[in-house]
């Protein structure tokens, strides 16, 4: 069955780095695009960033680029989320994502602390 576990998440200070890793199973990753998410507490769940199948075309949210880097290896079925100059605000629990066969499969996430 298609399964995602993310790693990577912890405390941090503000101003430094963090680097996510989701690895995906029960399907061909190499054929998806694949998803970054975050859930804030109180917030509503909202994208991050996107990276299509091969890794050539990626798109972040707003408030993250410049700052986030996503980035893919088809050969490990691994996406993985570079997360650069941490603000509280970044504070959430990180989910990847992808749309196989026309339905959302999600990860288990994993929390992202920024605070001094």
């Known amino acids: 069955q298609v399964q995602f576990v993310e790693s990577g998440g912890g405390l941090v200070q503000p101003g430094n780095s963090l680097r996510l890793s989701c690895t995906a199973s029960g399907f061909t990753f190499s054929m998806y695009a694949m998803d970054w998410f975050r859930q804030a507490p109180g917030k509503e769940r909202e994208f991050v960033a996107t990276i299509n199948y091969n890794g050539e075309i990626t798109n972040y949210a707003e408030s993250v680029r410049e700052r986030f880097t996503i980035y893919r290896d088809n050969t490990k079925n691994m996406v993985y989320l570079q997360m650069n100059s941490l603000k509280p605000e970044d504070t959430a629990v990180y989910y990847c994502?992808?749309?196989?066969?026309?339905?959302?499969?999600w990860g288990q996430g994993t929390q992202v602390t920024v605070s001094s």
């Open positions: 994502r992808s749309i196989i066969w026309q339905q959302p499969y």
